[in-house]
């Protein structure tokens, strides 16, 4: 090292000889700060300043009047955005004005609330519900970032509005549950009065059986009735209790129908719950049928761009065909002799027509059978011969749709094939099957709109199954057709042409007709390919997003269903099994209370009268009285007992609480919950600031990169002092001149970092570890490029350039390395810069011991590696560079 080391002596000499050397050093410390700081200066936090992005609002929304309250839903939305600083919302009335400004580019995007925008928003509550819509259009060409900025905005306006939506339906809902809850608990005292007037009926039992003893103890004994009459007499003093229970029982019968009317409620929503349950079952099958609906759409998606591929190839098989054609025309038109077209300069195109045809007759197979596989859904809908429901009715609209794109793509396709005729002569083999299928599908599309109908209306949905069979039939009839003969009817059109070929390049005008004839084939064909691609996309990137809301929403459904149902279930037993019993007892009392009991009593006092009065008449009335106690009292205590143990056993399991515990609820927690079920609880682990912070790694490991490759190119890496060329070898002069350079990267790593401290106030976790990472980066890049040079001379500074380049794709700065192509991807491991900026970040986000240390192994390694192979390769790569560097002197155009 002691020759490095004097070398290294030898340049400062030189250094302090040259002052405006000096001046050149320090721009070079200092330059490779300003590609840092200026962009991160220009997108600090670009996305808290977005209030300057101009959106237009256009509101057409007329309101509409619901339960005798006017309602605007879009006056509300544009009174929220008015208090919205997000964008730079422009409110207008001109529709018109408002998209020819977006088209010029002053309006990033545009919001279109339409003129029925509140009657759809409040259809959910009639019969007929229609989605409300708001047009959202966007100008993609002003900026890459700008529209999703605005794409974000928009989404959360309709987010906004459907969480108030469920909300407010959510109440609605509840509420009607509430009403009832609070009738049945309205009616609560009534039900207790007549429980405690049974019980206290049952109470005075043993007093009845007291009087019943007496009463048959007098009658057995009436030759002793003279020594029992005191003891009859004593019998009046049970008379006002009996009385007084006797009323209770009557006040009790006489709300017994308010009881029943409250228990009809509950087993009239029992007897629903099949209905209900059914629904639900079915919402699961709609559940299954998502996969086989994706299925099917990625098939046509792939289909459609094999199509388009083959297409997009045809047509760039005409260019030269009209490049020959075109100066062909102009001479025509001139004095110059016509050159002579040949059929071998024709083939070209017929080639290309005859790949566009083959493909559309792939397609129109692959459209047939995913039409078919669409068709078995519908048929094993109509099959279960569903109720009418909003769930089926949007299952239909949604086949109707595809049925109706299949019926446009057959129709553009009998227009292509019209067209074609001309040229490959009969086609009508294939225009006839086409309209063959177009007619059963069009009768199978007027089936399908009866039955949405029916299903909007609340009617029976039913559909003919013959025209479904036929439909599947015709369907796999020109499947079949398009693999098979559809392709030898081409092929012999084909053929046909190949031999007037000849005779149309005979004459110029012919040839230049036929060209552009093919051209419009393929251009039409290509348009109806890229149609259906584009549908098929459009729909596949809905469906994830309705498959998941779905299944959110019937997870939620069937979870809750089967309790709510066992305890309706229950309830509606009662009222059915023991209610009817109870209350028919309760009947029979009040009746002999109120028909039979004051004559029985009015015979007790007859009965006592008489004993006093008259004796004989007394005996006999006191039989009678006696018959009633053992015949009929045993049957009413029975009914008594039988009623208090029914209202004994509705108190223990307290189901007419339980019930009015679950229909009362609370109206506002519980809409919220169901507005909102879920809430994401967000946790930062390594929280930057602003968006530059967190940019700050990735640029200043450029700007370190950048200085390597500028102090390459403006200071030599070779001896040139020719006094001390004999003193020092290629390796001597290799690592003593690496030296200045390694120095002139401490400075410009140091200014960098502490640019972004100080100058930009850029947040760093570790400040000091952020500044001693740069250090050792930039040491790391300056000895790489500094060896390329070294070894190569302009090459190696051509090739700094390129892996710069690279390294801003492939090292994972900017975006995360998973979504650049593939290529970036196998690269990304092999580059210094990918270890640079991760090594960067760990200092200003937060160190992670297992990152750091696998960053720094990996930095010392390319290090490392580099050093070793340039000090060994030194001398064998200076013959190379000194040769290309001799030619490319001669040049007179390289320093």
């Given at each position: 090292?002691?020759?490095?080391?004097?070398?290294?002596?030898?340049?400062?000499k030189?250094?302090?000889?040259?002052?405006?050397f000096i001046?050149?050093?320090?721009?070079?410390?200092?330059?490779p700060?300003?590609?840092?700081?200026?962009?991160l200066?220009?997108?600090?936090d670009?996305?808290?300043?977005t209030?300057?992005?101009k959106?237009a609002?256009?509101?057409?929304?007329?309101?509409?009047?619901?339960?005798?309250?006017?309602?605007?839903?879009?006056?509300?939305l544009?009174?929220?955005?008015?208090?919205?600083?997000?964008?730079?919302w422009?409110?207008?009335d001109?529709?018109?004005?408002?998209?020819?400004?977006?088209r010029?580019g002053?309006?990033?995007?545009m919001?279109h609330?339409?003129k029925?925008?509140?009657?759809?928003?409040?259809?959910?509550?009639?019969?007929?519900?229609?989605?409300?819509?708001?047009?959202?259009?966007?100008?993609?060409?002003?900026?890459?970032?700008?529209?999703?900025?605005?794409?974000?905005?928009?989404?959360?306006?309709t987010?906004?509005?459907?969480?108030?939506f469920?909300?407010?339906?959510?109440?609605?809902?509840?509420?009607?549950?509430?009403?009832?809850?609070?009738?049945?608990?309205d009616?609560l005292?009534?039900?207790?009065?007549i429980?405690?007037?049974?019980?206290?009926?049952?109470?005075?039992?043993p007093?009845?059986?007291?009087?019943?003893?007496?009463?048959?103890?007098?009658?057995?004994?009436?030759?002793?009735?003279?020594?029992?009459?005191?003891?009859?007499?004593q019998?009046a003093?049970?008379?006002?209790?009996i009385?007084?229970?006797?009323?209770?029982?009557?006040?009790?019968?006489?709300?017994?129908g308010?009881?029943?009317?409250?228990?009809?409620?509950?087993?009239?929503l029992?007897?629903?719950?099949?209905?209900?349950?059914?629904?639900?079952?079915?919402?699961?099958?709609?559940?299954?049928?998502?996969?086989?609906?994706?299925?099917?759409?990625q098939?046509?998606?792939?289909?459609?761009s094999?199509?388009?591929?083959?297409?997009?190839?045809s047509?760039?098989?005409?260019?030269?065909?009209?490049?020959?054609?075109?100066?062909?025309?102009?001479?025509?038109?001139?004095?110059?002799?016509?050159?002579?077209?040949?059929?071998?300069d024709?083939?070209?195109?017929?080639?290309?027509?005859?790949?566009?045809?083959m493909?559309?007759?792939?397609?129109?197979?692959?459209?047939?059978?995913s039409?078919?596989?669409?068709?078995?859904?519908?048929?094993?809908?109509?099959?279960?011969?569903?109720?009418?429901?909003?769930?089926?009715?949007k299952?239909?609209?949604?086949?109707?749709?595809?049925?109706?794109?299949?019926?446009?793509?057959?129709?553009?396709?009998?227009?292509?094939?019209?067209?074609?005729?001309?040229?490959?002569?009969?086609?009508?083999?294939i225009?006839?099957?086409?309209?063959?299928?177009?007619?059963?599908?069009k009768?199978?599309n007027?089936?399908?709109?009866?039955a949405?109908?029916?299903?909007?209306?609340?009617?029976?949905?039913?559909?003919?199954?013959d025209?479904?069979?036929?439909?599947?039939?015709?369907?796999?009839?020109?499947?079949k057709?398009?693999?098979?003969?559809?392709?030898?009817?081409?092929?012999?059109?084909?053929d046909?042409?190949?031999?007037?070929?000849?005779?149309?390049a005979?004459?110029?005008?012919?040839?230049?007709?036929?060209?552009?004839?093919?051209?419009d084939?393929?251009?039409n064909?290509?348009?109806?390919?890229?149609?259906?691609?584009?549908?098929?996309?459009s729909?596949?990137?809905?469906?994830?997003g309705?498959?998941?809301?779905?299944?959110?929403?019937?997870?939620?459904?069937?979870?809750?269903f089967?309790?709510?149902?066992?305890?309706?279930?229950?309830a509606?037993?009662?009222?059915?099994?023991?209610?009817?019993?109870?209350?028919a007892?309760?009947?029979?009392i009040?009746?002999f209370?109120?028909?039979?009991?004051p004559?029985?009593m009015?015979?007790?006092?007859q009965?006592?009268s008489?004993?006093k009065?008259?004796?004989?008449?007394?005996?006999?009335?006191?039989?009678?009285?006696?018959?009633?106690?053992?015949?009929?009292?045993?049957?009413?205590?029975?009914?008594?007992?039988k009623?208090?143990n029914?209202?004994?056993?509705?108190?223990?399991?307290?189901?007419?609480g339980?019930l009015?515990?679950?229909l009362?609820?609370?109206?506002?927690?519980?809409?919220?919950?169901?507005?909102?079920?879920?809430?994401?609880?967000?946790?930062?682990?390594?929280?930057?600031?602003?968006?530059?912070?967190?940019?700050?790694?990735?640029?200043?490991?450029?700007?370190?990169?950048?200085?390597?490759?500028?102090?390459?190119?403006?200071?030599?890496t070779?001896?040139?002092?020719?006094?001390?060329?004999?003193?020092f070898?290629?390796?001597?002069?290799?690592?003593?001149?690496?030296?200045?350079?390694l120095?002139?990267?401490?400075?410009?790593s140091?200014?960098?970092v502490?640019?972004?401290?100080?100058i930009?106030?850029?947040?760093?976790?570790?400040p000091?570890?952020n500044?001693?990472?740069?250090?050792f980066v930039?040491?790391?890049?300056?000895?790489?490029?500094?060896?390329?040079?070294?070894?190569l001379?302009?090459?190696?500074?051509?090739?700094a350039?390129?892996?710069?380049?690279?390294?801003?794709?492939?090292?994972?700065?900017?975006?995360?390395?998973?979504?650049?192509?593939?290529?970036?991807?196998?690269?990304?491991?092999?580059?210094?810069?990918?270890?640079?900026?991760?090594?960067?970040?760990?200092?200003?986000?937060?160190?992670?011991p297992?990152?750091?240390?696998?960053?720094?192994?990996?930095?010392?390694?390319?290090?490392?590696?580099?050093?070793?192979?340039?000090?060994?390769?030194?001398?064998r790569?200076?013959?190379?560079?000194?040769?290309?560097?001799s030619?490319?002197?001669?040049?007179?155009?390289?320093?």
């Amino acid at each position: 090292m002691k020759l490095p080391f004097k070398l290294f002596l030898h340049d400062l000499k030189n250094i302090r000889r040259t002052p405006s050397f000096i001046i050149l050093l320090i721009g070079l410390s200092i330059l490779p700060s300003f590609y840092a700081w200026f962009n991160l200066k220009s997108s600090w936090d670009p996305y808290s300043n977005t209030s300057g992005i101009k959106v237009a609002v256009v509101n057409h929304d007329k309101g509409t009047t619901f339960k005798g309250k006017d309602i605007n839903v879009g006056d509300s939305l544009v009174s929220e955005l008015k208090h919205n600083d997000k964008f730079g919302w422009v409110f207008t009335d001109d529709l018109k004005h408002a998209k020819h400004e977006l088209r010029l580019g002053h309006y990033y995007a545009m919001i279109h609330i339409p003129k029925n925008f509140s009657e759809d928003t409040t259809s959910i509550l009639h019969k007929q519900p229609k989605r409300a819509i708001i047009d959202y259009e966007v100008n993609q060409k002003i900026n890459a970032i700008a529209p999703k900025m605005t794409n974000a905005g928009a989404t959360q306006i309709t987010k906004s509005l459907n969480e108030k939506f469920v909300d407010i339906a959510t109440k609605a809902l509840l509420k009607e549950s509430n009403k009832v809850g609070l009738k049945l608990q309205d009616k609560l005292p009534t039900y207790r009065k007549i429980e405690n007037a049974v019980y206290e009926a049952e109470a005075a039992i043993p007093e009845m059986e007291k009087f019943k003893e007496k009463i048959i103890k007098i009658d057995q004994h009436q030759n002793d009735i003279t020594k029992y009459s005191n003891e009859f007499y004593q019998l009046a003093n049970y008379k006002d209790k009996i009385n007084q229970g006797a009323n209770k029982l009557v006040i009790a019968n006489e709300h017994a129908g308010d009881i029943q009317a409250a228990g009809n409620m509950l087993v009239k929503l029992n007897n629903n719950m099949d209905t209900i349950e059914s629904a639900l079952n079915k919402a699961g099958q709609i559940e299954s049928k998502f996969p086989e609906i994706n299925k099917a759409v990625q098939t046509g998606i792939k289909a459609t761009s094999t199509a388009n591929a083959v297409l997009s190839k045809s047509q760039t098989k005409l260019a030269p065909v009209h490049e020959l054609l075109a100066p062909v025309d102009t001479k025509k038109q001139s004095t110059e002799k016509t050159p002579e077209i040949k059929k071998p300069d024709l083939l070209p195109a017929k080639d290309a027509l005859s790949e566009g045809l083959m493909a559309l007759a792939q397609l129109t197979g692959e459209v047939a059978k995913s039409q078919q596989e669409g068709l078995s859904q519908l048929s094993t809908l109509v099959n279960s011969k569903p109720a009418a429901s909003d769930t089926l009715t949007k299952n239909l609209q949604a086949y109707q749709t595809q049925l109706n794109q299949t019926i446009q793509f057959n129709e553009q396709l009998i227009q292509i094939l019209n067209e074609s005729s001309k040229q490959l002569g009969d086609l009508s083999a294939i225009t006839k099957q086409l309209n063959a299928t177009n007619q059963i599908l069009k009768t199978l599309n007027s089936d399908v709109s009866k039955a949405i109908t029916a299903s909007q209306n609340n009617q029976n949905v039913t559909m003919n199954t013959d025209n479904i069979q036929a439909a599947n039939n015709q369907l796999d009839a020109l499947q079949k057709f398009a693999n098979q003969e559809m392709p030898q009817l081409l092929t012999t059109g084909l053929d046909s042409l190949d031999q007037s070929l000849e005779h149309i390049a005979s004459k110029v005008s012919d040839a230049s007709k036929f060209v552009n004839q093919v051209d419009d084939i393929l251009s039409n064909a290509l348009t109806l390919s890229q149609s259906m691609n584009q549908t098929l996309t459009s729909l596949s990137e809905v469906l994830p997003g309705m498959e998941a809301t779905f299944t959110r929403l019937n997870q939620t459904a069937q979870e809750n269903f089967p309790t709510f149902k066992s305890k309706v279930n229950k309830a509606a037993g009662f009222v059915q099994s023991d209610l009817p019993s109870a209350l028919a007892d309760l009947n029979r009392i009040s009746l002999f209370v109120q028909q039979d009991l004051p004559g029985v009593m009015n015979k007790y006092d007859q009965a006592s009268s008489l004993l006093k009065s008259n004796l004989p008449e007394a005996q006999k009335k006191i039989h009678e009285l006696a018959i009633f106690a053992q015949q009929d009292l045993p049957g009413i205590e029975k009914d008594i007992k039988k009623a208090a143990n029914k209202f004994r056993e509705l108190d223990k399991k307290d189901s007419l609480g339980k019930l009015i515990k679950l229909l009362r609820n609370d109206l506002k927690n519980e809409s919220d919950y169901f507005a909102e079920p879920i809430k994401l609880k967000e946790t930062q682990i390594f929280p930057i600031p602003n968006y530059g912070s967190a940019s700050a790694p990735f640029y200043t490991a450029l700007a370190l990169w950048v200085g390597a490759l500028l102090s390459c190119n403006l200071l030599t890496t070779e001896l040139k002092d020719k006094s001390q060329q004999g003193l020092f070898k290629l390796k001597d002069v290799y690592l003593g001149r690496m030296i200045l350079f390694l120095i002139l990267s401490v400075l410009q790593s140091s200014i960098v970092v502490l640019g972004n401290f100080f100058i930009l106030d850029a947040y760093a976790k570790h400040p000091v570890y952020n500044l001693l990472f740069a250090v050792f980066v930039g040491l790391v890049f300056t000895i790489i490029v500094y060896t390329m040079v070294s070894l190569l001379g302009n090459i190696g500074k051509a090739l700094a350039i390129i892996i710069m380049v690279l390294q801003i794709s492939g090292g994972g700065g900017t975006f995360p390395i998973q979504v650049t192509p593939h290529f970036f991807q196998m690269i990304h491991p092999f580059l210094p810069f990918t270890y640079g900026v991760d090594l960067l970040r760990e200092a200003v986000g937060g160190i992670v011991p297992e990152i750091v240390t696998k960053n720094l192994t990996m930095l010392f390694i390319f290090g490392s590696g580099a050093l070793i192979f340039g000090y060994l390769l030194r001398e064998r790569f200076e013959p190379i560079k000194h040769g290309f560097y001799s030619r490319s002197k001669a040049s007179n155009l390289v320093e």
